[in-house]
């Protein structure tokens, strides 16, 4: 009888982990400069994109890669965060992403021909249920759950999310190259991201540093 509780609760995760209607469905985030610029990728989504047309990242072999902006504009996501708690949340991303990137490319500190300056915003942060989550990922029944979840690529239960904007530029001529507004979450079998909403910023701050890295990396070597 005293296990009726939890399992009534991860019975309900699914309502309690549902989408939220959130601005960037119908709109890029309004402060941003480069907002009129992108172009939605698919209705009620909130990723929006904007790409110079015939970009190709293989003439650049270097990056800067700035810190952190946290975004102030009067759609900012950030609920019940702190500020001193979202500066820290920014300092996670630049640290985890230029850890990530360095592994297959050049990160530099001085602009010039052949250099990329990349600037992540943090527009909002949905918060983790720590411990909640964690627990929802290790029992038999929330297990089930998130494995399902993994393999449709979704988020796992209880487990909170970024809202952020990617923007490239040419160093040299501070041309934009590139821009996006995405929300990324952990995977839905990422256990350690689970454990606190600072756990879950750097497990999303990582994801996105590999995948940066990655694409960098494909466009010094593309496959022959």
Same mark, same amino acid.
């Given at each position: 009888?005293?296990? $009726?509780? $939890?399992?009534?609760?991860?019975?309900?995760?699914? !309502?309690?982990? !549902? !989408?939220?209607?959130?601005?960037?469905?119908?709109?890029?985030?309004?402060?941003?400069?480069? #907002?009129?610029? *992108?172009?939605?990728?698919?209705?009620?989504?909130?990723? /929006?994109?904007?790409?110079?047309?015939?970009?190709?990242?293989?003439?650049?072999?270097? =990056?800067?890669?700035?810190?952190?902006?946290?975004?102030?504009?009067?759609?900012?996501?950030?609920?019940?965060?702190? #500020?001193?708690?979202?500066?820290?949340?920014?300092?996670?991303?630049? #640290?985890? =992403?230029? =850890?990530?990137?360095?592994?297959?490319?050049?990160?530099?500190?001085?602009?010039?021909?052949?250099?990329?300056?990349?600037?992540?915003?943090?527009?909002?942060?949905?918060?983790?249920?720590?411990?909640?989550?964690?627990?929802?990922?290790?029992?038999?029944?929330?297990?089930?759950?998130?494995?399902?979840?993994?393999?449709?690529?979704?988020?796992?239960? *209880?487990?909170?999310?970024? $809202?952020?904007?990617?923007?490239? /530029?040419?160093?040299?001529?501070?041309?934009?190259?590139?821009?996006?507004?995405?929300?990324?979450?952990?995977?839905?079998?990422?256990?350690?991201?689970?454990?606190?909403?600072?756990?879950?910023?750097?497990?999303?701050?990582?994801?996105?540093?590999?995948? =940066? #890295?990655?694409?960098?990396?494909?466009?010094?070597?593309? !496959?022959?």
């Amino acid at each position: 009888m005293k296990s $009726l509780p $939890l399992i009534a609760l991860l019975l309900a995760l699914p !309502a309690v982990a !549902a !989408a939220k209607d959130t601005p960037t469905k119908q709109r890029p985030p309004a402060g941003m400069a480069e #907002a009129a610029m *992108m172009a939605h990728d698919k209705p009620k989504s909130e990723s /929006w994109t904007y790409k110079k047309q015939g970009l190709s990242l293989a003439p650049y072999s270097k =990056i800067i890669i700035d810190k952190t902006v946290i975004y102030n504009g009067p759609d900012a996501q950030f609920g019940k965060i702190s #500020a001193a708690d979202q500066a820290q949340f920014g300092e996670y991303i630049t #640290a985890e =992403i230029e =850890i990530e990137v360095q592994k297959k490319f050049p990160v530099v500190q001085t602009a010039g021909p052949g250099t990329l300056r990349l600037r992540v915003t943090l527009l909002g942060v949905e918060a983790t249920a720590g411990g909640v989550a964690t627990v929802t990922h290790v029992l038999p029944m929330g297990l089930a759950l998130n494995a399902l979840k993994s393999v449709a690529g979704k988020s796992g239960t *209880m487990t909170g999310s970024l $809202l952020f904007a990617v923007e490239v /530029w040419d160093s040299q001529t501070n041309e934009l190259l590139y821009a996006a507004v995405r929300r990324k979450s952990p995977g839905a079998m990422d256990i350690p991201a689970t454990v606190s909403t600072g756990d879950t910023v750097k497990e999303v701050a990582k994801d996105l540093g590999r995948d =940066i #890295a990655d694409r960098l990396d494909k466009a010094q070597h593309p !496959a022959s």
